[in-house]
Nanobody
Framework: HVQLVESGGGSVQAGGSLRLSCTAT????????LGWFRQGEGHERVGIAA???????TYADSVKGRFTISRDNAKKMLYLQMNSLKPEDTAMYYC????????????????WGQGTQVTVS
């Protein structure tokens, strides 16, 4: 079965950087979309970046220009490079996967990881 495991979270000062990774296993899809989501305390989970199978990326306005999503299809890995971090970036970060095309609605992502905490002070 599909499993997603995030890593790379931690505590960092404002202005600093972190790189999140997500390992995806248990599937043989030839085409799939990967996304990063985050959920701050008291807030709903929101999408911040997605990357299609062809490498096309989309970003939420809140992270555009600071975060970079990338993927390694051969290794079935997803990454999120986060630069110029702000306290408002503090949240639990989740990776998600869906077969074929990237959906508009986060509810249409099929598989989710358990999350990794990012704290910016």
């Amino acid at each position: 079965h599909v499993q997603l495991v995030e890593s790379g979270g931690g505590s960092v000062q404002a202005g600093g950087s972190l790189r999140l990774s997500c390992t995806a296993t248990g599937f043989t899809y030839s085409s799939y979309c990967l996304g990063w989501f985050r959920q701050g305390e008291g807030h709903e989970r929101v999408g911040i970046a997605a990357i299609a199978n062809d490498g096309t990326t989309t970003y939420a306005d809140s992270v555009k220009g600071r975060f970079t999503i990338s993927r390694d299809n051969a290794k079935k890995m997803l990454y999120l490079q986060m630069n110029s971090l702000k306290p408002e970036d503090t949240a639990m970060y989740y990776c998600a996967l869906v077969r074929a095309f990237c959906p508009r609605n986060k509810a249409d992502f099929t598989y989710w990881g358990q999350g990794t905490q990012v704290t910016v002070s």
